[in-house]
């Protein structure tokens, strides 16, 4: 059985930093599978935030780039999520992705507030 398991969130102040995990088990960070995080806030569609290869090659949402650090660890199966410098705009929660060939998977989700 897959299953993604995110931890790392919880409550912030504005400026401040949090880092996301995600660890997989059932399934292997392979060299063809693209792990990320996405987020939703209340009221909106789910979005794409960063994305990784298993070369290395990113993606950030313009919103992030900057701030936010996608990195993976293949031998852990684990994707990371570093972000500085939170706005409460980032207050959503947080879901890992991982996509490869036989499927899509996501996690529960993990809870992100920015707030003073």
């Known amino acids: 059985q897959v299953q993604l398991v995110e931890s790392g969130g919880g409550l912030v102040q504005p400026g401040g930093s949090l880092r996301l995990s995600c660890a997989a088990s059932g399934i292997f960070f392979s060299r063809y599978t693209i792990v990320g995080w996405y987020r939703q806030a209340p009221g909106k569609q789910r979005e794409k935030v960063a994305t990784i290869t298993s070369g290395g090659n990113t993606y950030y949402a313009d919103s992030v780039k900057g701030r936010f650090t996608i990195s993976r660890d293949n031998a852990k199966n684990t994707v990371y999520l570093q972000m500085n410098s939170l706005k409460p705009e980032d207050t959503a929660v947080y879901y890992c992705?991982?996509?490869?060939?036989?499927?899509?998977?996501w996690g529960q989700g993990t809870q992100v507030t920015v707030s003073s």
């Open positions: 992705n991982a996509d490869r060939p036989g499927g899509v998977y």
